[in-house]
């Protein structure tokens, strides 16, 4: 049974940072592309930022500038940091992972509300 759970996520005021955490187990499968999603109310859901098992990054024009995506190979860990919060970046961020058969793993969501 693949597990990815996810951490990190909360109330932060703006101007202010958060790091999400998510770490994927029980995979018998190489864990490759490792990223997040969000998904604020009325909105669809965005990708936020990939990182390939190599750590090529890819970011939504969004946080280009303000997000980091890193990445534990050995602990199957994917970790986004996020600087210089804003309003709009409140919403629900899941993570995701792929896998070398073709699959994808999904985390359950943290929630990040950005308000003073």
């Known amino acids: 049974q693949v597990q990815l759970v996810e951490s990190g996520g909360g109330l932060v005021q703006p101007g202010g940072s958060l790091t999400l955490s998510c770490a994927a187990s029980?995979?018998?499968?190489?864990?490759?592309?490792m990223g997040w999603y969000r998904q604020a109310p009325g909105k669809a859901r965005e990708l936020v930022a990939y990182?390939?098992?190599?750590?090529?990054?890819t970011f939504a024009d969004s946080v280009k500038g303000r997000f980091t995506i890193s990445r534990d190979n050995a602990k199957n860990t994917v970790y986004l940091q996020m600087n210089s919060l804003k309003p709009e970046d409140t919403a629900v961020y899941t993570c995701y992972a792929d896998a070398t058969y073709g699959g994808r793993y999904w985390g359950k969501g943290t929630l990040v509300t950005v308000s003073s």
């Open positions: 029980g995979s018998q499968f190489t864990i490759t592309t």
């Open positions: 990182i390939t098992r190599g750590g090529i990054t």
